[in-house]
Every structure is written in structure tokens, then in C-alpha cells.
């Protein structure tokens, strides 16, 4: 209810990761993680360098019940203590929406409590006022193996797109070079780490749409550059392949940072007086390079940094949770006859939170 603590359960199954979580939001819309639990599928599709829909779909329906179970038992509430349910309804692999939101219907119809459907993307949106009690507005990049944009945060349900990929998203290009050069998947993490010791000067791979004043992503061009480079000095030792990871990463945070930079400054001019507040989200902000170069845009912009830590900028339950927990504090709730989407942008008109009934 409006103006009470509220305890969510969360449910979040649109990619590889199957997660439960109860998460508590006070009164005065502090929030506390009472439990999380997530499942990593990543073991299923290691063996197709990439994650399966289907494959997906079939893991969620067999282990999503008993990591419910346990982020229940775990909060020490039990079902008995859950206010309302909340469950992502995309954008996603729809396979596994529908397991995640079919089952959060099925609570809610069972146990007689609200629903909320909870665009995935809002949870990330929202997670650093879960764990840093962040105020609006603020400025977010999610880069994740799904999405690479910049969004302007106002309010609940109440979002900007300023700039998104038109072509890869930016956790896809780290596994797209990561399986060209023969490393395992999800390729960021193998990246990061033979990055560490190569020479990233070595290659001269382009920095897309770097200079256009757009604050849009482009990785497909990059991509191209870093198998020509590999197929042109191959066979590759252990050395090129490190040079090349270096050179990919140096390119990227060169991106990022001039980006970054573009989009405090259309902040500043759009919101003049706010203080510059900047979230990062999604898996790839686990990248230390990247958080590294987000600090110095940060340090030299005057932005306040928020990186919640990795576990909750990959996926996960609570930020499904805590997002439902921030609408329904507003009133919002939402029918059980509601439609899983594959495709949801953040800035669609009916993220807007109407109180029930309204
Ligand atoms: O947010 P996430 O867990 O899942 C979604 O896509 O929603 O992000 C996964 C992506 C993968 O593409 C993975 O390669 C990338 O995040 N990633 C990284 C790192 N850790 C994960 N990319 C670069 N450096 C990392 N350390
Ligand atoms: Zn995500």
C-alpha cells in the first residue's frame, strides 16, 4: 500500500539466469534485501558459445520453483510475509519470460495479492536507489550482453532513451570477440583478464561514432576490425591474442569515456542546477577498465559515481523486487491477464505508473 512497507517477493527469468528475491521497502522508500537467490545457466550453454532460447526456457521451468521456495524460506518472512509479487514481463527471451511472469501470476492468484509486471530494464533503472538510496534524476548507463544505452532517469516508470546501439550491445561485442579469438563464454570476464597483460597500442581498432554528437553505440564496425587484425597476423599466439584483447578494451573505454562525457553534459543542460548523479548497470560495468574510465569521467565531470556492486548490476531477483516495490508504493498494480513482451523499451508510454484503478 501507498505510504507503508511494502515486502516484494521478485521473480527474473529473461535471459540465463533464473532468480527469487524478497526484498523489504520502508515507508520513507528505503530498501533492504531480505533474500536473493539466482541460478546462472551457464553451464547448459557453455557448449554453444552462446545462450540457447530454448535451452533457457527449459531450465527456468525446472529450478525456478525451488529458488522461489528458497528466497522465501531464506527471508525468514515466508509467502505469509509477502505483500505482492513481482515478476519481469520483458523485454526478454520470451521462452523464459513467460515461465518467470506465469508463475508470479499463479502466486498472486493462489495467495490473493498484487501482481506487478516488471520491465527488466526498469529494474536495473532503478537499482541504485535500492542500494544507495539514490534521489531522481539521474543519468544511467546500462551496458549489459543485451543493451548498451543512456537513459535519463526522472521518476518511476518516467524515462529518457538518449542514446542506445544500433547495432551490437556492448556485453555482445566482448563475447563476440571473445569466441573469435577461441576464449570461453560469456567472453567480458576472459577479455578483461588477457587484456591485463597485452599491449594495448598494438592495434589501432576504430572508435565508432566517436566523433558524431549523437550519443548512440556502434560495435559491429569494431568487431569486423578485431577479426580482420586476428585473421591477418594468424596463426595467433598467446601474446596477439592479448594484444588484441588489449587494443578491443582500449577502443571501448575510449568510447565509453567520450560518451560518457557527452551525455553529464546534455544532463547538465537539460536539468541545469540538478546535481550530476551517474548510475552505471548491467554486467559489463563489472568490467575494471570500463569502471576505472567511468571514474575518471566522473572525477573530471564532478558526477557522482553509483556502480552497485556486481552481483546486483548483473541479473538478478532483487531489482525485479525492489522495482515492483518502488510502483507499487505509487499505486500501481497490474492485471493477471497481462501480456509477456520480448520487446518493452523503457520509454514506451505505458511504463508510466497509473494507481490502480486511475
Ligand atoms: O547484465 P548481464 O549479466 O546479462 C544481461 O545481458 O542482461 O550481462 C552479461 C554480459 C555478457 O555479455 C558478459 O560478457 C558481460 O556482461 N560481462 C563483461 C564482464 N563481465 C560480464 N564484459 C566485460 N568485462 C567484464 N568483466
Ligand atoms: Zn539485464
Redesign the pocket.
Known sequence: MPGQATTVLGIETS?DETAAAVVRRDADGRGTILSTVVRSQLLEHAPYGGVVPELAARAHVEHLDGIVRRALAESGVGLAGIDAVAATSGPGLIGGVLVGLTTGKAIAAAAGMPLLAVNHLEGHALTARLTDGLAFPYLMLLV???HSQFVLVRGVGDYERWGTTIDDAL??A??KVAKLLGLGH????E??KLALSGNPSRFAFPRPLLREARLDFSFSGLKTAVRLAAEHIAPLDDADVADICASFQAAICDVIRERSRAALRRFAETLPGMPLQFVVA???A??RA?AATLAEVARDTGARLVVPPPAL???NGAMVAWAGAERFALGASDPLDIAARPRWPLDSPDMQVRAHGA
Open positions: 535471459c549489459s550482453g543485451g556485453g555482445e566482448f563475447d560469456p567472453g567480458g570476464p577479455v578483461e548491467g554486467g559489463v563489472a568490467n570500463i548490476c548483473t541479473d
